[in-house]
């Protein structure tokens, strides 16, 4: 069984940074995905980042490309994406999801079998 438990949302003001934290537990390939999304209110999910092959492979969105950036510690399970530059539009809840094989589309929520509860991020400005 698969568990995905994101944490490290929060608020912050325009132009700080937040780092989110994404550990799961029970992944056994070595070309497993691990994929962050994020809902605003009144908006469709849409994929942020996603890190494959035990680091080897990583996928940006526009949006998050040369702003947010992911790192892992393989020790602990745990996936993280770095927030910076946050603008009031980065605002929403953001998801981590896993899935426990490769994926050609890793930025689509429909590749992930394996959600966490999600995290809010709130930017003022």
């Known amino acids: 069984q698969v568990h995905v438990v994101e944490s490290g949302g929060g608020s912050v003001q325009a132009g700080g940074s937040l780092r989110l934290s994404c550990t799961t537990s029970?992944?056994?390939?070595?070309?497993?995905?691990v994929g962050w999304f994020r809902q605003a209110s009144g908006s469709e999910r849409e994929g942020v980042a996603a890190?494959?092959?035990?680091?080897?492979?990583?996928h940006y969105s526009d949006s998050a490309m040369g702003r947010f950036t992911l790192s892992q510690d393989n020790a602990k399970n745990t996936v993280y994406l770095q927030l910076n530059s946050l603008t009031p539009e980065d605002s929403a809840m953001y998801y981590c999801?896993?899935?426990?094989?490769?994926?050609?589309?890793?930025?689509?929520?429909?590749?992930?079998?394996?959600w966490g509860q999600g995290t809010q991020v709130t930017v003022s400005s």
């Open positions: 029970g992944l056994t390939s070595y070309s497993n995905y």
């Open positions: 890190f494959g092959s035990e680091g080897k492979l990583t």
């Open positions: 999801a896993a899935r426990d094989d490769f994926s050609w589309t890793p930025l689509r929520e429909d590749q992930y079998p394996y």
